[in-house]
């Protein structure tokens, strides 16, 4: 799951996840297995400032970086300029998690 930006008029108000972008789906394209890729609207930007937005407080999520992509149900994941980086994502999606 990649938690990011909110999408309007296909337009990302968040710089550094229009700039993740196309690394996350070369990263997802490439990965081994199979994965459900699920893009999260974290509302628009005064929202997700707010320091009680639910996507900063709820214990499980805890999101305090954009974008951060999820390996869902694992501990496991990236944020920020770590999705600049090719080889972390596939590492991310090729670790078993056993």
Not at 29 to 34: I, L
Not at 61 to 88: C, M, S, Y
Request: charged letters at 20%; proline letters at 5%.
């Amino acid at each position: 799951m990649v938690i990011k930006h909110h999408i309007n008029d296909g337009n990302s108000w968040c710089p550094d996840c229009v700039k993740a972008h196309p690394f996350i789906e070369k990263g997802i394209q490439s990965a081994p297995g199979t994965y459900h890729y699920i893009i999260v609207s974290v509302g628009d930007r005064a929202f997700w400032k707010n320091s009680k937005c639910p996507f900063r407080t709820n214990s499980e999520i805890h999101i305090q970086t954009l974008p951060t992509l999820v390996k869902w149900g694992t501990q496991k994941r990236l944020e920020g300029d770590q999705l600049l980086n090719n080889d972390l994502i596939e590492m991310l999606l090729a670790e078993d998690d056993n």
